[in-house]
């Protein structure tokens, strides 16, 4: 069974930084993972993907030069997905969630299996 807690988010001034953790227990070394976001009053987005190995990343284009994905993979039953926000906006406003999906990297919600709770990142101006 795969478990993914969040943690990290909080309230930061515009231009400020955060950096969000997700620890996944269970078995997910061959899990793609990925950072979603959902806004008040809008949609999930996706924000940012990488590969099993972490070798390869992926960004939305709303966040890429100023979000880095990154997981640390040492440990077999438990690894650790963080999200670096640099320069952040009142539009990165949201609630952020850690996934995590056997196999390839993918940029569709619906394609993942296993969700954490989410943790609130709130920006102002």
């Known amino acids: 069974q795969v478990e993914l807690v969040e943690s990290g988010g909080g309230l930061v001034q515009a231009g400020g930084s955060l950096n969000l953790s997700c620890v996944a227990t269970g078995r997910t070394s061959t899990y793609a993972m990925a950072w979603f976001r959902r806004a008040p009053g809008k949609e999930r987005e996706y924000v940012a993907a990488i590969s099993y190995s972490g070798r390869s990343a992926y960004y939305n284009d709303a966040v890429k030069g100023r979000f880095t994905i990154s997981r640390d993979v040492r440990d077999i039953e438990k690894n650790t997905l963080s999200l670096q926000m640099n320069n952040l906006t009142p539009e990165d406003t949201a609630v952020y969630y850690c996934?995590?999906?056997?196999?390839?990297?993918?940029?569709?919600?619906?394609?993942?299996?296993?969700w954490g709770q989410g943790t609130q990142v709130t920006v102002s101006s």
């Open positions: 996934a995590a999906m056997w196999g390839g990297v993918g940029i569709d919600a619906d394609e993942y299996e296993y």
